[in-house]
């Protein structure tokens, strides 16, 4: 029976991972007049908003100040949030169909891609995910260990998250206390001994990675120089050429700002961040099993079925290091039940149909990175949510949902209470974000972050 002949019996979603895709997705849902809709949105981890909280860089401070539509979302009639509660291990998929009509997968994109070159799983060799969530305080990562007593440090890759890398470890202390990084990340940072950090681009500045306001503040550091040479800063032959053919004004002030850059020259700021391209690593080399270099080559750019790749010349060299961070993407992680595509990392779909050898599982839909894969800025899964979403509420329409045993609204919460004690509310994180603003508002910072599920918990729900 198609939804619209039931308007008194809600369709009952269930969206698991509570970041922008999980936020928008349940917006949208909530919002829609087609469709008389409830969502559950769950998460892993008691507190909601995904990479916002946990990867946007501290120092991004506006950007995070999208939560702000995410916590009017919450307010919207119909929605209920569920957090600490990790699929696979507190509920299955067939307990959610058990409750549910449809289930939307938001769960991002949780690991790193591998460069596949030697050396890589030396100490001292991290994934800048890695990083990324542990100085921004996410608890699954707090314990991990980085060696900021290295003088040198290599990133490579040259995207927004190596830019972020970058940042923060070229900022003051003072500059990183104006923000909400975890405070345990403040006190080594501020006691690092990092001088030089070398981004390491695989093509030229014309395919970097990072985006303009992102390169823009890289020069802009207070006791960070830039460094960038003019042989890595002029564009070769191959990119000139495809810039004056089809002119891109993005591509071109891009240029200009790496360009500018090479002119800047040290002025004697404490730290050093050198901007590299047309260069790859082949192996992080060791000594005694840690981190002491990065062998790299250097690259000339070929056209190749339509794209710009690098390919190695006879050039190498080798850059002393103690640190290397691995920033090239990340990836979906599988999750038992999901179909997966582990080209892509991400779950298998079409247009967010989850899709298995048997064609579309019904009732089952995936946005953000873990339908598209790691791209785009936070507002682009805005309408790849939004596209999902309207799938969604074709096959709603056709009656084409799961047939839950019982889609009360107390019986899902019965089980998750019977699976998880310290099951997260939407009010227990409301609590626990006034805590954490009132612990830095005495501190001077914005926020004082919980780092921990037993200190939420026990903060919040005192047990
Ligand atoms: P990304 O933008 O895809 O950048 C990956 C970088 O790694 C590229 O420079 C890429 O070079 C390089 N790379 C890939 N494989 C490599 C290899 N084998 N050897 C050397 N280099 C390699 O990924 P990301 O930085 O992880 O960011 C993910 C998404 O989040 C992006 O859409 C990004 O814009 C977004 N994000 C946005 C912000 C912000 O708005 N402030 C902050 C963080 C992240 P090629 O181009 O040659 O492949």
């Not at 995207?159 to 940042?167: L, P």
């Not at 002119?263 to 192996?283: A, I, M, N, Q, Y």
């Not at 805590?435 to 780092?451: C, I, M, V, Y």
Request: proline content about 4%; some cysteine.
């Amino acid at each position: 029976m198609s939804q619209d002949t039931q308007p008194d019996s809600p369709l009952r979603i269930a969206v698991i991972g509570a970041g922008p895709a999980g936020f928008y997705a349940a917006d949208a849902l909530l919002k829609s007049d087609a469709v008389n809709a409830t969502v559950d949105l769950f998460d892993q981890l008691p507190t909601p908003y995904g990479l916002v909280r946990a990867g946007v860089a501290p120092d991004h401070a506006k950007i995070k100040s999208v939560t702000r539509k995410y916590d009017a979302t919450a307010q919207l009639p119909g929605f209920r949030f569920f957090g600490n509660v990790r699929l696979g291990k507190d509920v299955s998929v067939d307990d959610l169909k058990n409750h549910y009509h449809q289930i939307l997968y938001t769960v991002g994109a949780q690991v790193d891609r591998k460069l596949g070159i030697p050396g890589e799983d030396l100490n001292g060799s991290h994934s800048a995910t890695e990083f990324v969530a542990w100085y921004n305080g996410h608890p699954d990562y707090r314990d991990l260990k980085f060696d900021l007593s290295a003088r040198s440090v290599v990133i490579v890759g040259v995207g927004n998250v190596a830019v972020d890398v970058a940042r923060i470890l070229c900022r003051t202390t003072d500059e990183l206390r104006e923000t909400d990084i975890a405070d345990y990340a403040l006190e080594q940072l501020a006691a690092s001994n990092v001088e030089d950090v070398y981004m390491l681009g695989r093509r030229g500045p014309a395919q970097a990675a990072f985006t303009n306001p992102e390169a823009k503040e890289l020069g802009e550091m207070e006791d960070a120089d830039i460094v960038v040479s003019a042989r890595d800063a002029t564009l070769d032959d191959l990119s000139a050429a495809a810039l004056a053919e089809h002119p891109d004004r993005l591509t071109e002030k891009k240029v200009a700002m790496i360009q500018s850059f090479v002119d800047k020259g040290l002025t004697g700021k404490r730290k050093r961040l050198h901007l590299r391209f047309l260069v790859s690593p082949t192996e992080i080399t060791s000594d005694n099993g840690n981190v002491a270099g990065v062998d790299i080559v250097h690259n000339k750019l070929v056209e190749d079925g339509g794209r710009v790749r690098p390919k190695a010349t006879d050039e190498t060299e080798h850059l002393d290091c103690q640190l290397v961070f691995r920033s090239v993407g990340y990836r979906g992680l599988a999750l038992d039940g999901i179909p997966f595509d582990d080209w892509t990392g991400t779950f298998r779909n079409e247009d967010g149909r989850i899709m298995d050898d048997q064609g579309w599982r019904v009732g089952e839909y995936a946005a953000g990175w873990i339908k598209r894969g790691p791209s785009g800025v936070i507002g682009t899964n805005k309408a790849c949510a939004q596209d999902t979403v309207a799938r969604m509420i074709e096959d709603a329409a056709t009656g084409k949902t799961l047939q839950p045993a019982d889609s009360s609204p107390e019986a899902a919460e019965e089980l998750l209470r019977s699976r998880v004690a310290d099951l997260f509310a939407w009010s227990d994180w409301e609590k626990l974000d006034k805590l954490e603003t009132e612990r830095g508002a005495s501190l001077g910072r914005p926020r004082l972050k919980f780092t921990t599920r037993e200190e939420m918990v026990e903060a919040v729900l005192g047990t």
